[in-house]
């Protein structure tokens, strides 16, 4: 009997209360247990780059009151290693940490699309490339698993902005869609079987993807084959009962009185079958003893050897985006200036809910001292505010006279990349690129460090010598960065995104932020280095670049079949300076007469290797058929396309340096063609794409929705903002906001996110947002006194609100 079948067999020995209580969280993190069958109930913490454990009681995001645990750098960095076998090691030293927390799921990793460069989110994600998010979030998933606890792949799918991200419906074709917003999931979900998967907030394509029975059935359980238990994101279920009926196994969080008993009377009043809810309970109990089975597997935690595997991440991840003269590696008999606060206080994570409480934390100042060099040092800014302060600026122009080398530290502060909002711009505070001009004015030798978990212009680019981004580096990234810069490791980070060089060339902004309902996304499959390369519009650093302290020759390119009618592409890589170091090999495929609209080219392989100086190696790449493949809309397959393909290896997309061309039969089939419909697609090497509501409809195969949630009558859906002309709305607004400000008792990140994204919340939030104290029963009362059902609401409020 295998575990399912199991599952299934102590469900039938349930009664109907154990089973619905089973299909929701009993609080904000715990399933349901049952002791009678030695079902124990386990345990669900964030996060994607180190164990999140909150006490129960608190209630606060930036939380002190979390388990200590191992701080890793973020996604944004992870995918930067482009190294599988160091972010599976990472995901071993998670999944231990776990065991000795008693931590059954972890909710890792998210890798959702880089869409928008501005979304807040998005130093938690990995990549805007999907084939490069699938390998990651693979690697991440398989090292978690090793340990016996179960990852969550999250959040499924197109969840890619934090505005609106609680109702929005994103409008997606389908070719973008499988091309690039399931393709990462699918790719990791095959390759690494997580045990669960977190369904997304928002709608896809008119439906919330907790209910969306299209991603849960359609594609997950019957095209992927998925086994695993599905659960709803933390207060995204719309309703429950829709959400069974349609393949969810599990909502979290939930509260013990509450919630089971809507689906007890659903299941009573016919409107959940038994058998689905049966099924449901099986995943979830299924889950719960592949815990118990995993919980076999003997493990150590030694947190000393995460925090160097930390080090050893940060240390990968960075990416030198410059490096004129040779000025780095530094060396540490020189006389060395340091300016910027974030050399002392770095941001090294990012807010929400994967932020941990590090077990510790460095920095680089103390790196500098630790390693005997001589110093001295201004803060150049403070981090309290973005305003230039002329009396630090002076004191750092005096460090940085008579300096053989300024390292000057800057990037995004703390509150900049939260969950729960989007950043305005991709600006730098003022006050950290006005010292990049004063100080380049004193001193030419300047290095920048930049910080931050995602794409930030540099309109400064030229001034300095060297710049070395280092990401959201975790609980080592001071160590890390000063190992680098005194040359004692050498960098060898890509970009996982594309830095363009300001924010409207990103063809997404033009539909950002779409309103409360709906978000089109015009631009299809053109995202990120997609876009840029079919359209050649110049950036400032491309997707997969990044520089080294040595040099690497590529030579000796060969393609052919192997006995598997695969075809393997090998190259020979030669380290030609003098320095070890790791190059990033990238194979991009580039359709060169496609009667689709295609982008450039996509990557599909790469391979980080390691070379001594004037040592070579021989890179093998095998290429099946997927690698050639585009989704027909028309079959609803992927299929290849009879024609010419370039098999282009580089060291940046943008850094080609062999290709060679190989004809490829197709399938037999027609490819969709909207050449005459849409030709805005066909064009971008003539000119931006900017498609008309009607273009888009043609490619999206159906008119576009307009607005879902009328704002009369209210429903749990309405937000906040929705009764501002309701009667006494105004009011009701101003007192739930009076209230949230006094709840917030000084934690700034919920402050900011009670100011940037509250009155966007759904009613039906007020639940979780109070940790149950409001049930859902009183906010419907609520619903029902807006919809002017007087007595009915304000029975139900008094009879189910407890005091807050
Ligand atoms: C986030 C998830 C997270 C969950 C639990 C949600 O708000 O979207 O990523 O795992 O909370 O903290």
């Given amino acids: 009997m295998n575990l399912y079948e199991e599952a299934s067999s102590i469900v039938k020995r349930l009664s109907l209360e154990e089973k619905c209580k089973f299909c929701c969280g009993i609080d904000f993190w715990e399933t349901f247990g049952i002791e009678k069958f030695n079902i124990p109930s386990i345990m669900l913490c964030d996060g994607p780059h180190g164990l999140r454990k909150e006490d129960p009681e608190n209630f606060m995001l930036i939380s002190t009151k979390v388990v200590k645990s191992t701080c890793f750098p973020t ?295 630790n390693n005997n060099c001589n110093i001295h040092y201004a803060d150049g800014y403070s981090l309290k505010n973005d305003e230039i302060d002329e009396l630090l600026v002076k004191e750092s122009i005096e460090i940085a006279k008579n300096k053989d080398i300024v390292y000057l530290f800057v990037g995004l502060p703390k509150y900049y990349e939260a969950e729960g909002y989007d950043r305005k711009n991709l600006k730098l505070p003022n006050s950290h690129n006005n010292l990049v001009y004063e100080i380049s004015k004193i001193n030419k030798n300047l290095v920048v460090i930049l910080q931050g978990g995602s794409v930030m212009e540099m309109p400064w680019s030229h001034i300095p010598k060297a710049i070395l981004l280092t990401h959201l580096s975790g609980c080592r990234g001071g160590n890390a960065t000063v190992n680098l810069l005194l040359g004692k490791k050498n960098p060898s980070g890509k970009l996982s995104e594309t830095y363009a060089n300001k924010l409207e060339d990103y063809p997404s902004m033009r539909f ?64 030609s300076g003098n320095m070890e170091g790791k190059e990033v090999i990238q194979l991009y495929i580039s359709c060169l007469n496609s009667k689709l609209f295609r982008a450039k080219q996509e ?78 697609y066909y064009e971008l090497y003539k000119k931006e794409l900017n498609p008309s509501k009607l273009e888009f409809e043609n490619i999206y195969g159906k008119e576009l929705p307009i607005a879902t949630n009328p704002p009369y009558p209210f429903t749990m859906n309405s937000t906040i903002n929705d009764i501002k002309n309701a009667y006494g709305g105004n009011l009701i607004i101003s007192a739930i906001n009076k209230k949230a400000y006094k709840v917030i008792n000084g934690d700034k990140l919920m402050e900011i996110t009670v100011r940037e994204s509250l009155n966007d919340q759904p009613f039906r939030l007020m639940v979780m947002a109070t940790r149950g104290a409001i049930s859902r029963k009183s906010v419907l009362g609520f619903v029902d006194l807006l919809n002017k059902h007087y007595v009915k609401g304000l029975l139900q409020i008094l009879r189910n609100t407890k005091r807050l």
């Fill in 75 to 369: 996604a944004t960095a992870l995918a930067s290693t482009f190294d599988e076998k160091l972010i599976n090691r990472m995901g071993k030293a998670l999944g231990e940490e776990c065991r000795k927390e008693d931590v059954a799921v972890l909710l890792s990793p998210g890798i959702n699309i880089k869409r928008l460069p501005i979304c807040g989110r998005n130093f938690e994600y990995f990549s805007e490339d999907p084939y490069l998010s699938g390998k990651m979030g693979a690697a991440l998933i398989k090292g978690i698993q090793s340990k016996g606890v179960a990852a969550c792949i999250k959040h499924f799918a197109a969840n890619n902005q934090e505005k609106y991200r609680m109702t929005v419906n994103s409008i997606i074709d389908e070719r973008a869609l499988r091309e690039i917003y399931l393709k990462g999931f699918e790719i990791a979900i095959k390759e690494s079987n997580p045990w669960s998967v977190m369904m997304a907030y928002n709608k896809l394509n008119g439906h919330y993807c907790s209910e969306n029975k299209y991603l849960i059935q359609s594609v997950l359980r019957n095209e992927w084959n998925y086994k695993g238990c599905i659960t709803s994101d933390w207060g995204g279920v719309n309703n429950i009962i829709s959400s069974i009926n349609n393949g969810l196994n599990i909502e979290m969080p939930g509260y013990k009185d509450d919630y089971y008993k809507v689906l007890q009377n659903a299941v009573k009043n016919n409107d959940i079958n038994e058998e689905i809810l049966n099924k449901s309970v099986s995943r979830v109990i299924e889950l719960i003893l592949k815990y118990k089975e995993g919980k076999k597997i003997p493990y150590k935690c030694n947190f000393q050897e995460h925090i160097n595997l930390a080090e050893e991440i940060a240390e990968s991840s960075a990416v030198l985006l410059k490096n004129d003269d040779n000025i780095l590696p530094g060396n540490k008999l020189q006389n060395i200036g340091i300016i910027g606060r974030l050399a002392k206080e770095p941001v090294y994570q990012g807010l929400g809910s994967s932020n941990v409480n590090p077990n510790t934390i460095d920095n680089a100042y103390d790196a500098f001292i």
């Fill in 512 to 575: 950002y932020p779409g309103d409360k309902d709906n978000l089109e996304y015009r631009e299809s499959i053109f995202v990120g280095y997609r876009y840029f390369d079919s359209t050649k519009i110049k950036v400032k650093y491309p997707f997969g670049f990044g520089l080294s302290y040595t040099t690497f020759q590529y030579s000796n390119m060969k393609v052919r079949y192997n006995n598997k009618n695969n075809i393997e592409v090998s190259i020979t890589i030669t380290n």
């Fill in 603 to 680: 990557l599909k392989g790469f391979k980080k290797i390691n070379l001594m100086p004037k040592e070579s190696k021989e890179v093998t790449f095998i290429l099946d058929e997927d690698c050639f493949t585009y989704y027909n809309i028309q079959t609803n397959k992927f299929e290849v396309e009879e024609g010419q393909y370039a098999i282009n290896i580089g060291s940046s997309c943008r850094d080609i340096k062999y290709s060679t061309v190989i004809n490829k039969k197709g399938s037999n089939v027609k490819t969709p063609d909207y050449k005459g419909k849409s030709p805005v």
